[in-house]
């Protein structure tokens, strides 16, 4: 199984501090893709990063991908209240997602 | 319109009923998924459908059956569920069967008793 691991499995921080959430694969991909998802509702796509693309930027997301460690990190900075979800790494190897167990990330105000 | 939609929301039934649930996109999206999620844990696949052909089943029970009468409508038909199978379900879709971006629906919250 090329299934993502997410570290931490849980974060609390105070709003306006940035939040780092890493993802960790197994096998080769295609691309590597951040969803958030809000209190077990449908999930959101955040950014999608290729794996010939070393860093992506959208707003306040900042997406790495180190393909030789097969590992990605998803930075949210200047985080808000409103950032509060469970945020999953997805890699795509052929055609298909395959979700990592996600991060629980929670803005205090 | 950049919406999938997903009814019922809420979906409790027993274990002889049989059910359907729906989701309709109106992106022209030509790849239609099927999703199982238990609590605290990521989706899992269940079908993945393109140009309205069944082009991924991931092992799933025939207990689950579904269906893909359009290329804007994705089904999922329940009989003889376990108690086991209560999830929420999503749907999702996306331009082609290449997972660049999925759109997903807000899910259907099943309870089977």
């Known amino acids: 199984s090329q299934q993502g691991e997410e570290d931490p499995q849980a974060l609390s921080i105070q709003e306006g501090e940035n939040a780092t959430m890493n993802c960790s694969y197994k096998t080769s991909i295609n691309n590597l893709q951040w969803y958030r998802q809000n209190s077990g509702r449908g999930l959101v796509h955040l950014i999608l990063?290729?794996?010939?693309?070393r860093e992506k930027h959208s707003g306040r997301l900042r997406v790495t991908l180190d393909t030789s460690k097969k590992s990605s990190s998803l930075l949210i900075t200047a985080s808000r209240a409103a950032d509060t979800a469970s945020y999953f790494c997805?890699?795509?190897?052929?055609?298909?997602?395959?979700f990592g167990k996600g991060t629980m990330l929670l803005v205090s105000p | 319109d950049t919406e999938v939609t997903q009814t019922p929301k809420h979906l409790v039934m027993g274990m002889t009923n049989k059910k359907s649930l729906k989701c309709e996109q109106h992106?022209?999206?030509?790849?239609m998924y099927w999703y199982k999620q238990k609590a605290k844990k990521p989706p899992e696949l269940m079908f993945v459908?393109?140009?309205?052909?069944?082009?991924i089943n991931e092992s799933v029970p025939s207990r689950f059956s579904p269906e893909c009468p359009n290329s804007s409508l994705l089904n999922l038909h329940l009989h003889a569920l376990q108690p086991e199978d209560s999830a929420l379900y999503l749907c999702a879709s996306s331009q082609e069967a290449n997972s660049e971006r999925e759109y997903f629906g807000p899910g259907t919250r099943l309870t089977v008793l």
């Open positions: 459908y393109s140009y309205e052909k069944l082009s």
């Open positions: 990063i290729r794996s010939n693309e």
């Open positions: 992106m022209g999206h030509r790849a």
């Open positions: 997805a890699t795509v190897g052929y055609s298909t997602l395959t």
